[in-house]
Structure formats: structure tokens, C-alpha cells
């Protein structure tokens, strides 16, 4: 059975898509930590992140630095974070996390943010992922 985040990618889920090529893709999380949380996916679907090929894991890392780069461009944040903590979730992905201060990445703790508020961070995020 095709994991949640492979659905999203073949469009039978919806998504707040920030980011796409033909291998990898990236979305806001639905219960972000931060406003801009996103998280970024290889499209093949391999449950943990060190079991990718290496040329995947190494693609991934570079397409998640790039989203990283829009999401600074797009949020206001000192740094964004990145983690790989998901167990939830049988598919590789690597969590981003726009910065103010550490205690910014407690992943106890979730945003609620409205609709309109995660489009319009999606949209700014993937405008600046556009320039890049």
C-alpha cells in the first residue's frame, strides 16, 4: 500500500506543494511546528532515509538545501533547521524548519494555521524556490 506522501506526490492527496522536479518533491507539514515547516521527499517511496541509493540521499540533501534557501528568502527566521526524525510516516523525508531559536524546533508542540494562511506561505515560499 502506497505510503501518504506517495499519494500526495501522484496527486491523490492535495498539498501545499512548495517545490518540485522529477525526483523529488516539497510540501508544508499540515501540523507545522513553525509557519513555513516543510517537509521534502524523494518521490520513490523507501521508508528510511539511509536506505536510499546514495545518489538519491545526496539529491535529496541538495534539493532540501535549496528549499531551505526559499524558505529563508520567503519566512522570517534566523536559520531554518533541518531534521530527520519521522517515524510516522514510512517514507523518507527530511523536516525544515524556519528559526528564530532553537526551542523552534520542539516537535511537541504544532501551529494551526488557516487555509489561506498555508497558501499563502506555499506561494511565497515557491515563488523564491523559482528564482533560485
Known amino acids: ?36 515547516h516543510t517537509l521534502v521527499i524523494p518521490k520513490q ?26 524558505i529563508k528568502a520567503a519566512v522570517t527566521c534566523r536559520k531554518v533547521g533541518m531534521a530527520v526524525i519521522g517515524l510516522e510516516v514510512p517514507h523518507a523525508h527530511i523536516h525544515l524548519v524556519p528559526m528564530q531559536a532553537e526551542k523552534d524546533m520542539d516537535f511537541a508542540r504544532h501551529a494551526e494555521l488557516p487555509a489561506s494562511e498555508m497558501t499563502a506561505i506555499a506561494e511565497a515560499i515557491a515563488g523564491q524556490f523559482a528564482k533560485l
Open 1 to 36: 500500500m502506497a505510503s501518504i506522501f506517495t499519494r500526495i506526490v501522484n496527486g491523490e492527496i492535495p498539498s501545499y506543494k512548495v517545490a518540485e522536479d522529477d525526483r523529488f518533491y516539497a510540501f508544508l507539514d499540515i501540523n507545522p511546528v513553525q509557519p513555513g
Open 45 to 70: 517511496e523507501v521508508d528510511y532515509i539511509f536506505d536510499l541509493d546514495n545518489d538519491t540521499y545526496a539529491g535529496l540533501t541538495l534539493f532540501a538545501k535549496k528549499v531551505a534557501e526559499a
